[in-house]
């Protein structure tokens, strides 16, 4: 079973997103916040495996409330809640220590394999969102950084490619022809090559050196 702790500053919101969890087998919705220091507190008290972060929050927000769970918690898998107007917070909350993002809104197949694929160490990174900061990713790099291409192989490169749309261990194999095991092999060794610690950091590198292409 899947621990699920939600945060959302909206309570329509919070309730909502707690219906559609809890109404799948494999996921038990262990509490709810509505604001960053209530997740904090939460998070200590019910130990989720994954937590439904919101960003912008009065108070303590979800950037901030992310770095404490974080750095307190390093286990718990931290899955934010993203509007388009909240580009320019994604960043801050992934070096914060999130996990992945995901539009508010998303469907609920798609909510729910988010929620799943993040409890099991996949990052989830909605490919709308991505799509929509690659022109700000391209901005903020720097002309001291090295093309991630030079240490990596073709296959690698195009795992890469496909961790970087948002694309699970097992859709990354089946669109490559390979086992989920040997997907996990390359990402493994994609993160050793490129000294990031998770897949989301991998992400962001690609996004950054323009291997994604804009949608």
């Known amino acids: 079973m899947i ?6 500053d909206q309570a329509v919101v919070a309730e909502g997103l707690e219906m559609i969890l809890n109404a799948d087998t494999e996921i038990e919705v262990v509490g709810l916040a509505y604001g960053g220091a209530e997740a904090i507190d939460k998070a200590d008290q019910s130990q989720p495996d994954v937590i439904l972060m919101d960003l912008k929050m009065p108070g303590v927000n979800g950037i901030q409330a992310t770095r404490e769970i974080h750095k307190v918690h390093p286990d718990i898998k931290i899955l934010v809640l993203t509007t388009f107007g ?9 070096r914060s220590g999130a996990a992945g993002y995901l539009l508010k809104g998303t469907p609920r197949d798609e909510l729910i394999k988010a929620v799943k694929g993040t409890a099991a ?3 989830f990174i909605d490919p709308a969102v991505g799509s929509k900061i690659l022109a700000q990713v391209a901005r903020s790099a720097s002309p001291q950084e090295t093309t991630v291409a030079n ?27 390979l086992t989920k095991g040997t997907v996990r092999n390359y990402v493994s060794s994609i993160l050793t090559k490129l000294e990031v610690e998770d897949r989301t950091q991998a992400a962001i590198l690609a996004i950054r050196h323009g291997l994604v292409e804009s949608r």
């Open 151 to 177: 240490d990596l192989s073709e296959r690698e490169m195009d795992v890469l490619r496909l961790l970087a749309q948002g694309f699970l261990n097992a859709e990354i194999a089946e669109k490559l022809y």
């Open 121 to 123: 160490g996949e990052a």
């Open 3 to 8: 621990r699920v702790l939600v945060c959302d």
């Open 86 to 94: 909240d580009d320019e917070w994604v960043f801050d909350a992934v």
